[in-house]
C-alpha cells in the first residue's frame, strides 16, 4: 500500500507539466530523395517506420533539464539532438518506443523516481503535440495513429534495476503504458547478468525468470539489448512470448557482447521474435570497436594506477598524450552500408521476419556517416533497395516484424489473464546484495 501511494505521488508530480499548453506547429513533411523516393514513400504510407529505441527524453533531461517540460521541441539544434519533431517527420517515422532510461549507477529506490519522471515527459509529448503524437499500447492502436498521420508512441524501461525488484513496480509501469522492460542496462543486477558487467548468475535467476512471465502476462516486451548471453538464452528459453532486441546488432560483424551472436540469432528466429539493428558506431563499425577500447588503454595508461598513471597530477600532460596518440591513430569512421551490412546478416542467419530499426538516437555520440538523426532513416531503406530488397521486405523491415511481435505478445497476454498477478519476491539474501552495491 506506502509502494503504490508513494509511485502515485511521484506520478502527480511527474505529470503536472502535462497541463502546460504549447504552440501548435506544423512540420512539413520532406520525402526521400533520389531514385528510391517514390518506393520509400509508398512502403512508409502503408507500413509506419517504427524505431525500436530512441533517448530523446533522458536527452532533453539531461540537456534542457526543467525546460523541457515548456520548450519548443518542433525544431532543435541538430549538433544538441538527433531528434525533433519536424526532422521526425521528415524521416517518415510513424512510431517511436522512446527509451525512459535512468542510470544503473543509481540507488534503485531513485531509479524508480526518475523512471517515472521520464514517463511523464513522454506523456506531455502526446499533450503539448497532439496533432504530431499520440500514446499507443497495442499494434492496432499504432497502426490507427500512423493512419491518423501522427507518431505511434510507446515507452521503453531500459533497465530491470528500474524496477527495483518489485513486480508491482513492473506492474505500475505498465498502466503508466510502458511497452517493454529491457532485463538489465550496464550493471549485473540482482537477478540478471549484463553484457556490460561481471556474471553472477549464469544468466537469469528464478526471480529473473519470474520477471520473465509477469512481462508475459502484462503483454510487455522482454527487451534483450544489455543482457549477457546466458541471460538471452534463459529469457528465450523462458518466454511464451516473441521477445525483441531494441537496439542492438550482429556479433559476427562487430564483435562485443552488446549485439547479438549467430546460435541467438537462430533461437530468436524459433522464437518469433526481432533484433532491431542499432546505428552506434561502436556497435556497427569492429574497427570502430578496436578503435575505442585501444583509446581506453591509452587514457588508463596515463591517468589510472596501478596499470599506468604516466600523468597522474598532470592533466594538461595527459590531455597533450591523448591528443598525440589520437592524431597517430585516427577514429574509423562507421558507415551506412556497414549498418546494411549488419541488417543483411541478420536476415541471412535468422530471416527476413526477424529484424528492424533501433538507432540509438540521441542516446550515443558517435553515428555511421548517412545516419545523423531521425530524418535519415530514408537513406537506410534506400541502400537496402540498392542492394535488392522488395518492398515487401523493406516493410517488413521497416514496421511490420515488430507489430506482429507486438500482436503475439498481446495474444500471449490474453491467453494468460486467468493467472493471478506475479508474487514472487527477490530472496532476502540477493536483496542485501543489491543494496550493497552488487
Known amino acids: 500500500m506506502a509502494l503504490a501511494s508513494s509511485v502515485m505521488k511521484i506520478l502527480c508530480l511527474a505529470l503536472l507539466p502535462l497541463f502546460l499548453a504549447a504552440p501548435a506547429v506544423h512540420a512539413a513533411d520532406a520525402p526521400a530523395t533520389g531514385p528510391y523516393a517514390a518506393r520509400i514513400a509508398r512502403v512508409l504510407k502503408a507500413t509506419p517506420l517504427i524505431d525500436g529505441h530512441n533517448d530523446w527524453p533522458e536527452a532533453l533531461a539531461e540537456k534542457a533539464k526543467d525546460a523541457r517540460w515548456t520548450m519548443d521541441l518542433t525544431h532543435l539544434d541538430p549538433a544538441q539532438y538527433h531528434t525533433d519533431i519536424s526532422r521526425m517527420h521528415a524521416g517518415g517515422m510513424g512510431g517511436q518506443f522512446w527509451s525512459v532510461w535512468v542510470s544503473a549507477d543509481l540507488p534503485q529506490v531513485q531509479q524508480v523516481k526518475d523512471t517515472i519522471d521520464q514517463i511523464g515527459l513522454v506523456h506531455s509529448l502526446a499533450a503539448r503535440y497532439p496533432q504530431h503524437f499520440q500514446l499507443v499500447r497495442t499494434a492496432a492502436q499504432l497502426r490507427a495513429a500512423h493512419k491518423a498521420g501522427r507518431i505511434g508512441s510507446l515507452m521503453g524501461v531500459e533497465g530491470g534495476g ?4 518489485s513486480l508491482a513496480v513492473l506492474r505500475a509501469y505498465r498502466q503508466l503504458g510502458a511497452s517493454y522492460l ?30 520473465v512471465h509477469e512481462l508475459n502476462r502484462l503483454g510487455m516486451l522482454v527487451d534483450l539489448s544489455h543482457v549477457s548471453e546466458a ?3 534463459d529469457a528465450l528459453r523462458v518466454s511464451k512470448a516473441p521477445v525483441m532486441f531494441s537496439h542492438s546488432n550482429a556479433r559476427a560483424l562487430c564483435d562485443t557482447p552488446r549485439n547479438v551472436s549467430d546460435a ?29 577500447a585501444d583509446r581506453s588503454a591509452e587514457i588508463a595508461r596515463n591517468n589510472a594506477p596501478p596499470f599506468g598513471g604516466l600523468y597522474i597530477g598532470d592533466p594538461d600532460g595527459a590531455a597533450k598524450a591523448l591528443a ?46 548517412g545516419l545523423s538523426g531521425v530524418e535519415t532513416y530514408p537513406a537506410l531503406l534506400a541502400e537496402l533497395m540498392r ?9 517488413k523491415l521497416a514496421g511490420e516484424n515488430i507489430l506482429r511481435v507486438m500482436a503475439a505478445a498481446e495474444k500471449t497476454a490474453i491467453a494468460m489473464k486467468d493467472e493471478p498477478e506475479g508474487s514472487a519476491v527477490l530472496p532476502a539474501t540477493a536483496r542485501s546484495e543489491e543494496m550493497a552495491g552488487l
Open 387 to 395: 542492394r535488392g530488397w522488395s518492398d515487401a521486405d523493406i516493410a
Open 231 to 233: 541471460t538471452m538464452l
Open 264 to 292: 541467438v540469432l537462430k533461437q530468436v528466429a524459433a522464437n518469433g521474435g526481432v533484433v532491431m539493428v542499432n546505428f552506434a558506431a561502436q556497435y556497427v563499425s569492429e574497427a570502430r570497436r578496436v578503435w575505442g
Open 182 to 211: 529491457t532485463l538489465t542496462h550496464s550493471r549485473t543486477i540482482a537477478w540478471a547478468d549484463s553484457a556490460t558487467d561481471n556474471p553472477q548468475h549464469d544468466g537469469l535467476t528464478p526471480f529473473g525468470e519470474a520477471v
Open 324 to 369: 598525440d596518440w589520437e592524431r597517430a591513430h585516427p577514429e574509423p569512421v562507421a558507415t551506412i552500408a556497414q549498418v546494411a551490412d549488419h541488417v543483411d546478416h541478420i536476415v541471412k542467419i535468422a530471416g527476413i521476419d526477424h529484424v528492424g530499426i533501433g538507432s540509438d538516437f540521441d542516446g550515443v555520440g558517435d553515428l555511421p556517416q
Open 162 to 165: 528500474q524496477i527495483d525488484n
